[in-house]
């Protein structure tokens, strides 16, 4: 079940919503777990029990680590702590990466081991990540281990954070899984949050990967460089629009039910580098990273070499993270290079910038963004190339621009899929600054005065038109995928 279809918003939510609301607070959490597994098992009946192993895995080993530490046996705490962590990456691996790994045996030594074909369990990597971290923040001492084996089922399988992110770690919410208040005002602003995210994912994102597909479907002979720049565009608001939506989707649902998740975007597309970038996009999973890998390997505080070991380690795992194939470790290793860059050199070269000028870091940091979304989003190596190539080709270009042989010219094709796509793209790229926030809290400043824990008239007309329209599109189209279902 995804959050952008008809069976949940008008079947799954509304009763979920309404019995929360009806019953006694002391059942609420037992009841949010059960509605999460009967979210997750409507698309994953098989692989609910991966998810469960995990949570008693998890459960118990934070229950073990806090008995030993109160018995002052050392050893035996970082012994559990050793078997969360080896425990919880085994099931990752096996179920994510086999295939993956006896694919890569096979091509390397020609060899021909027989694949396991193993369906990707739904939020696997992001559940292990929630589950993982409170072991490890248990033996840090920065939570107390959670007692009630429903309270913590509760937060790893919470389903408005479940499939997709943000990653949200137990002490994150730690208070608000043993105790939370009905408070009206935050529910609204909950399903205003909701209803922003459906719609950047439904209007906006679903339209940009509806042309991105089209394109896809040309072959690589076909394409020229105006076709594959459209391409890498519509992908580029594709995924920002599909996985932010995502997160402020997940974010207002668990403001309804009383959980105030991290934010998980902050403008990436605004960055004035790419280590702003990666400030500013999927902040948890960055957080999580830097946290439990990084600081732990030393960081930048053994001097530079072991910083540049430590940069390569995290980003050929967070290229890794994000999908069982070479493309993804490709794509970490280029951003390990653009950060290496930055860090060396070019960071000190963008600060003497002057500040009018500030704009050409912006277009430079999107043209590496562009190309690193190439490279993202074909599995294909080959293919990626022949993409970049012509991107980057004055003969594709000029290719684009013939207009010999009438309609079947590729001039002609690529001024109908400019035609096509120019509003998604204008309003992707203007939708993803900062500046539409802006103008309507400006709007809505002028238009009503409200105390902090109201929402405003502007926002509830806001927030049906926008759901209005969305029902509509879900109606009569059928391409609705969520990107980062995947990984």
């Not at 008995?67 to 080896?86: G, T």
């Not at 069982?324 to 930055?342: D, R």
């Not at 802006?438 to 005065?449: A, G, L, P, T, Y």
Request: net charge positive; aromatic share 18%.
């Amino acid at each position: 079940m995804v959050f952008s279809s008809m069976v949940f918003l008008t079947i799954f939510f509304p009763i979920v919503f309404m019995i929360y609301l009806l019953i006694p607070k002391r059942v609420r959490n037992l009841f949010l777990f059960l509605a999460s597994l009967v979210f997750y098992t409507w698309g994953e009946p098989v692989y609910i029990f991966v998810m469960l192993f995990s949570t008693v895995f998890d459960y118990v080993n934070g229950r073990l680590i806090g008995f030993f530490r109160s018995k002052d046996k050392n050893k035996s705490e970082k012994a559990v702590l050793v078997v969360s962590v080896v425990g919880n990456l085994a099931i990752l691996g096996f179920f994510k990466y086999s295939d993956f790994f006896l694919t890569t045996i096979n091509h390397l030594t020609g060899s021909s081991f027989e694949l396991l074909n193993l369906a990707l369990p739904v939020g696997i990597s992001f559940y292990t990540f929630q589950t993982m971290s409170y072991t490890i923040d248990v033996y840090r001492g920065e939570v107390k281990p959670q007692h009630n084996i429903i309270n913590f089922g509760m937060y790893v399988c919470l389903f408005p954070q479940l499939i997709a992110g943000p990653i949200v770690r137990y002490k994150d919410i730690a208070e608000e899984v043993d105790s939370r208040r009905f408070n009206p005002p935050e529910i609204a602003k909950g399903l205003y949050r909701f209803t922003i995210g459906l719609a950047k994912k439904v209007l906006i994102a679903n339209t940009a990967g509806a042309v991105y597909k089209d394109i896809a479907a040309i072959h690589t002979e076909n394409l020229t460089g105006p076709l594959v720049l459209i391409s890498a565009l519509c992908y580029t608001i594709q995924i920002y629009f599909d996985f932010s939506g995502y997160s402020d989707m997940a974010i207002g649902l668990g403001r309804v039910f009383g959980f105030h998740f991290p934010e998980n975007f902050n403008y990436p597309y605004m960055s004035r580098s790419i280590t702003e970038f990666w400030r500013r996009w999927h902040i948890t999973l960055g957080t999580w990273f830097r946290e439990y890998l990084y600081i732990p390997l030393g960081g930048n505080r053994k001097g530079l070499a072991r910083q540049i070991l430590n940069l390569l380690i995290v980003w050929s795992l967070t290229g890794l993270w994000h999908g069982a194939a070479w493309n993804f470790v490709l794509w970490g290793l280029y951003y390990f290079v653009l950060l290496f860059i930055e860090k060396c050199f070019m960071l000190k070269v963008w600060e003497k910038l002057p500040k009018n000028l500030e704009f050409i870091r912006v277009i430079v940091t999107m043209f590496f963004v562009v190309c690193g979304w190439i490279l993202f989003s074909h599995t294909d190596i080959n293919e990626a190339l022949i993409y970049l190539r012509k991107l980057l080709s004055p003969s594709s270009w000029a290719a684009g621009f013939n207009f010999a042989g009438e309609h079947t010219s590729p001039g002609y094709q690529t001024l109908y899929m400019w035609r096509s796509s120019i509003i998604v793209i204008i309003v992707g790229m203007f939708g993803a600054t900062s500046l539409p926030h802006r103008i309507f809290e400006w709007v809505d400043r002028k238009s009503e005065r409200r105390g902090e824990k109201q929402i405003s008239d502007l926002q509830m007309i806001t927030s049906v038109v926008l759901l209005f329209m969305s029902i509509l599109i879900l109606i009569s189209e059928s391409f609705n995928p969520f990107l980062y279902f995947r990984f």
